[in-house]
């Protein structure tokens, strides 16, 4: 605590500037933030499965349905979790599900 992690991704992330020296990102880096509250996005009746399918529609991310359980799967949800409602997730699935989520974003 206190010793600039923070401070380390804003000033990766083009948010901050240096006092000193300067900050050189390569050039292909691809910056995604998570915190504490990116799973309150989610909507609890939907499925993981149908959260994805939403979130990325078929006319911006052509994914089949075997390929989004697949990615699913990636991120530990087997078959009943891909389908079960959000809301019936634990804490640490829905956290999974924003990674899930946040991974896909840096690819379209």
Not at 66 to 88: C, H, K
Request: glycine share 8%; proline share 6%; net charge neutral.
């Amino acid at each position: 605590n206190g010793c600039g992690k923070s401070t380390l991704v804003n000033l990766m992330a083009g948010d901050l500037e240096p006092t000193e020296g300067t900050v050189k990102p390569h050039a292909h880096l691809r910056l995604g933030r998570y915190h504490q509250h990116s799973a309150d996005v989610l909507e609890d009746d939907l499925s993981p499965l149908a959260f994805m399918r939403k979130t990325f529609p078929p006319e911006k991310v052509k994914r089949s349905e075997e390929v989004w359980r697949s990615y699913l799967a990636q991120f530990g949800f087997n078959t009943d979790q891909q389908t079960a409602p959000i809301g019936l997730l634990s804490g640490g699935q829905r956290s999974r599900l924003a990674f899930a989520i946040l991974a896909m974003s840096q690819c379209t």
